[in-house]
């Protein structure tokens, strides 16, 4: 699975500005890029719709993203994406991480200790506002010019953008998700672990997530789960792939692939290991006794 992050940092395809930890990307995604088996990143980002339209799935809901619209999607997450027309998609993304957005709020003495417990998706969409509108397309603009902008001036814009949110109230359960983010301690290994078990990511990957070296990973998982990560996630995938087999009538190797597992015949071995039937017979006995 790509950490998308990762991929823009690295290639020379898109144009970007980088400062303190804050990536600017003009992003095209061609109509043959669609992604079905999802993507990761390890920072927060803001995304605007410049053109074309995306379907977004996370693991509880659907999102559209058109041109105009706007979404901020929370670090630690995957989704899938599918184009909606046959032109390319073009947004601009803004990647931030959580020590940045604490630092805005401390500078700009903004409250934060009025946040409610969060319970919002993995992405948050804001709704159409002129402002947002008319603040994105300023900043598309220095992608237009010869020379980037200064990194002084690159702070402020994004300073910029999460004042407006927090002051106007754009949308409280953003504003609320980012003041949780100040009054927080580390990420929730639970709450990541728990949302991500079937993603086809590697220890490293999960510790990058939950914002962990992979020794410091590993040791609070197991003061955490009492178990390893990897023995953890071979059960959880197994659990859930036993659920798709009693309640859905996917193929086996759909199920393969939802559950997390590497292929069919790991699938087959470990499942039954731990059922003492194979995936395909465990599902023709639970169809009989429906």
Known sequence: MINIQDFLRDTQVFKKFEVDDLVFVELICPVEDDDSEGV??????????????????TLQGE???GAGDCIFAKKGSIISARHLTHGDFCELRVFVPDSFIKAVFQKYRMPVMTADNDR??????????????????S??????QPAPPSESLLRIKFEELL?????NNFHSPLTN???????????????IMEANFFSHLSLEDFSRLCGRSLSAFKQEF????HITPGKWLLEKRLEYSRYLLETTGMSIDEICMISGFENRSHFNRTFKDRYNLTP???GRRSKQHA
């Open 63 to 65: 999102y559209v993203l």
């Open 222 to 225: 197991k003061d955490i789960f």
């Open 177 to 191: 998700y980012l003041r949780g983010l100040c009054v927080a301690g580390k990420t929730s290994i639970k709450e």
């Open 120 to 137: 919002t998706d993995s992405i948050i969409p804001l709704p159409q506002n002129e402002v947002l509108d008319t603040y994105f397309h």
């Open 280 to 282: 395909a017979k465990f």
């Open 163 to 167: 004042v407006n949110i927090i002051s």
């Open 40 to 57: 990761w990143w390890h920072n927060n980002f803001f995304s605007y719709a410049i053109s074309g339209k995306m379907l977004l799935k």
């Open 139 to 144: 900043l598309l603009s220095y992608f237009r």
